[in-house]
């Protein structure tokens, strides 16, 4: 018989305030300080959509401003086309020859229900940008209109019309956040229906457990600034009524002994998902699947956001060094 929580003695934590820590870059610091005081992030109830309709048309505008902004800094000329029949943003860096090198397949973080458009666009430049390769950003569909699986469906149709011209030995599939749940059930997809594998994943901070399940879901609770606390209504308007523990919805319920490409793993020491990414690492490394985990000192959830951090360029050069080793 399973044990109860009733069955355990919990840890008993007092009050305490946490600084930001002298370990990590004086940029860093002050990002954490000014996120500190950042409230807890409030979404409508799963089962009203007309609520998240009215919550998309009232903050879409302040969020496009901001990443109109982020993509003005972008040095990567950028073609808004389709691939596959999805709207795409091909990211191919002046002097790049697309015919070789590395394709970086991206799909956008924003928790199942935001970050398309200008975001996608300007992730898919900065990306571009640091990495020197060509990047394809995928503006996926996404809830309320279309919840799972559309978004994977997405991703995959992209992937199908890149290897019609592109060796998949040439191509990583990555994400962030949610985007790194996305890409990870894609690259299953893509197994599962005996497609050839890409070189690699990337799968930053990524959202693989939507039971959110993990010991850093209590833990990292508050201390992480960006987010508060985890995402049951998102991950419910998003799975749309399907079984949370799918492994196309939750791949760290997969089985990786069926295979999955070499990956990395990312998150940071305050991360609220740092627990999603210490278990697929593991879970990755005991299916035999070579795997990477790269873990940031004081890093909530998405990297440091505000300003030039040096610990998000220190992501970005090993991002690059893995695409450049797996699929160089």
């Given at each position: 018989m399973a044990a109860d929580d009733n069955d355990f003695t919990p840890v008993r934590i007092p009050a305490k305030e946490v600084l930001p820590p002298v370990t990590i870059s004086p940029a860093a610091r002050r990002n954490l300080s000014t996120g500190a005081g950042n409230p807890r992030m409030n979404w409508p109830p799963a089962s009203d959509k007309e609520a998240w309709r009215r919550h998309v048309a009232n903050v879409d505008p302040a969020r496009e401003a901001l990443f109109t902004t982020m993509?003005?800094?972008?040095?990567?000329?950028?073609?808004?086309?389709?691939?596959?029949?999805?709207?795409?943003?091909?990211?191919?860096?002046?002097?790049?020859?697309?015919?070789?090198?590395?394709?970086?397949?991206?799909?956008?973080?924003?928790?199942?229900?935001?970050?398309g458009g200008v975001f996608a666009k300007a992730v898919g430049g900065r990306a571009a940008d640091m990495i020197g390769a060509r990047v394809v950003s995928v503006d996926y569909r996404m809830p309320p209109e279309d919840p799972f699986p559309a978004a994977p469906q997405d991703c995959l149709a992209v992937y199908r019309a890149l290897i019609e011209t592109v060796d998949p030995a040439r191509i990583v599939?990555?994400?962030?956040?949610?985007?790194?749940?996305?890409?990870?059930?894609?690259?299953?997809?893509?197994?599962?229906?005996?497609?050839?594998?890409?070189?690699?994943?990337?799968?930053?901070?990524?959202?693989?457990?939507?039971?959110?399940?993990?010991?850093?879901?209590?833990?990292?609770?508050?201390?992480?600034?960006?987010?508060?606390?985890?995402?049951?209504?998102?991950?419910?308007?998003?799975?749309?009524?399907?079984?949370?523990?799918?492994?196309?919805?939750s791949p760290l319920f997969a089985d990786y002994t069926k295979g999955f490409p070499p990956t990395l793993v990312q998150?940071?020491?305050?991360?609220?998902?740092?627990s999603n990414s210490v278990l697929l690492h593991r879970k990755l490394r005991d299916a035999g699947i070579e795997?990477?985990?790269?873990?940031?000192?004081?890093?909530?959830?998405?990297?440091?956001?505000?300003?030039?951090?040096?610990?998000?360029?220190?992501?970005?050069?090993?991002?690059?060094?893995?695409?450049?080793?797996?699929?160089?």
């Open positions: 993509l003005e800094g972008v040095k990567t000329p950028i073609e808004t086309t389709q691939i596959g029949g999805v709207p795409c943003f091909d990211c191919i860096p002046s002097g790049h020859d697309p015919a070789a090198g590395p394709v970086y397949l991206f799909v956008h973080g924003g928790a199942f229900v935001a970050g599939v990555g994400g962030s956040s949610a985007g790194g749940n996305i890409a990870a059930s894609t690259i299953l997809m893509i197994r599962d229906l005996g497609l050839p594998l890409p070189a690699g994943a990337v799968l930053l901070t990524p959202e693989v457990d939507l039971t959110e399940s993990g010991d850093t879901f209590v833990t990292n609770a508050e201390l992480d600034v960006i987010l508060k606390g985890g995402l049951p209504d998102c991950n419910a308007i998003y799975a749309d009524g399907h079984d949370l523990t799918d492994p196309y919805l998150s940071g020491t305050r991360d609220l998902f740092l795997a990477e985990l790269h873990v940031w000192e004081a890093m909530p959830h998405g990297g440091f956001l505000l300003g030039d951090v040096p610990e998000n360029a220190e992501i970005q050069v090993e991002v690059a060094r893995f695409i450049r080793r797996v699929a160089g």
